[in-house]
């Protein structure tokens, strides 16, 4: 066989084996969903905007700012900037590798070395030119480790979108506890005022022996019992207050700023359960993220199988070596080489074989994980549909119970003023009427905090607000 068919029968073999990949193939994991989610309503559609259907020119400025603004959602994005560079480095690995070299010297030997005939003059030497090496991908790994980074560079992707669809559920959140928190501190005050006012009319009828001291004394308890619990409704407030501070990365007074003073609740937008299980959790970025996290371990046991075969490189090497600068191109001072290398690490595959061993593993436990992460977003969603419908239905019977509440303590004080009960009736009914109020209001805010958790369990899609880049970024575009 001559050199030349030498070489074409080697390439032809390269050209065979490039078409192999090691380790296995990758499909999607199939996971069983009930056909229906079982808290849901069929009869309800879905609103025309989503996130900013509440109406709420001031919680879409907070959305808006947090998208914008948020440190946990910047820490997911640099970790996908980080990635997605990291996707571009492992690009240049199935190229070939060119180095350039130059120098020059002037070097003297020792005349009393026997190994080096005619020693002890000085002689100068200049080289340049360049060295190559391709690696041939014989058998997938380059491949495959080019796979498992844009594999990661997805997942990371998602990742990010499920901290922005998180922030916005959370920011929403906060902001129907911190309504809910400022219609219970305005309630209070109201049920106080009118609480005082009652004792201060029970005292005058005391002196005016209309009343007796027992009728002051439980008007007085009410009236203390009310006024106890306002510092934890300040206190719920404060906590809304830090939590938003934090969702929109602003200092908390300059967040006071931009706050109305409003204590009501936005009116709630119908709700969408329409489409299947699957269909709606194929949409969550989490699932999405576990799945691609999935595909990058499986594609990383390719890139451990392959070390159990050769690695095969092409080197080359082309320059010049004179004792002259002029003679530096010249063609008697040309110097090259080319082949190929091969290396096998044949006594090393007890070691390949635990690292194969330890990719499966992780493959493995990330299957496990996806499937948890559709078992969790599952639960979620269910949980999710179960609150805000349970709290739909409190709400509309608390509503009820306050309109009735409210016309028993006006009998009662009809009654009581008549001469025909006593004051204890009228406490009775006031004490029914204040705390049927307030369960009215922590209901209506746990139904507008339950509607934010089913449109963070279903993806309703995110106002499309990108994060403001840092400094350091900016100066490195």
Known sequence: MTEAAGWWTGLALCAGLAGCAAGPRYGAPATELPERFDQATPAETAPATLWTGFGSAELDGL??????????????????????????????????????????ERRQQSARDPAVPGGGAARDSFRAGFDAAWEIDLFGGL??????????????????????????????????????????????????????????????KLEAGSATALDVARAETLARSIAAALPAAEAEL????????????????????????????PVLPALATTGTPAEWL????????????????????????????????LLGSFGWTAGTRRELGSETAERWSYGPTLTWRFLDLGRVRQRVRAASARADGALAAYHDTVLRALEETENALA???TA??????????????????????????????????????????LDLEDRH?????????????????LVFQVPDVRLKRSAASRERK
């Open 387 to 389: 609150g805000f419908r």
């Open 441 to 457: 209001v922590e209901a209506q805010t746990r139904r507008a905090t339950a509607l934010a958790a089913i449109y963070k369990s």
């Open 238 to 265: 404060v906590r809304q207050e830090q939590r938003l501070a934090v969702l929109t990365a602003w200092p908390v007074a300059a967040l006071r700023e931009r706050l109305a003073a409003d204590a009501t609740l």
């Open 392 to 433: 739909h239905q409190a709400a509309a019977e608390l509503e009820r119970a306050v309109t009735a509440a409210v016309e028993a303590a006006r009998l009662a004080r009809l009654r009581f003023d008549a001469g025909v009960t006593d004051y204890l009736a009228v406490l009775d009914a006031e004490r029914s009427h």
């Open 63 to 104: 959305i808006a700012r947090a998208l914008a603004a948020n440190t946990t959602i910047a820490q997911v994005a640099a970790r996908l900037e980080e990635t997605r560079a990291l996707s571009g480095l492992t690009r240049f690995s199935l190229l070939p590798t060119v180095t350039g070299e130059g120098g020059a």
């Open 282 to 313: 194929r949409r969550r970025p989490d699932i999405r993220e576990a799945e691609r996290r999935l595909a990058a371990a499986t594609a990383d046991i390719g890139v451990q199988v392959a070390d159990y075969f050769p690695h095969v490189e």
């Open 143 to 204: 491949r495959r480790e080019s796979a498992v980074i844009r594999r990661r560079v997805e997942a990371d992707a998602a990742a990010l979108e499920a901290a922005r669809v998180s922030i916005t559920a959370e920011t929403a959140q906060a902001w129907f506890a911190l309504r809910g928190a400022r219609a219970r501190l305005a309630l209070h005050g109201r049920q106080l005022d009118n609480a005082d006012g009652n004792l201060q009319i029970l005292r005058a």
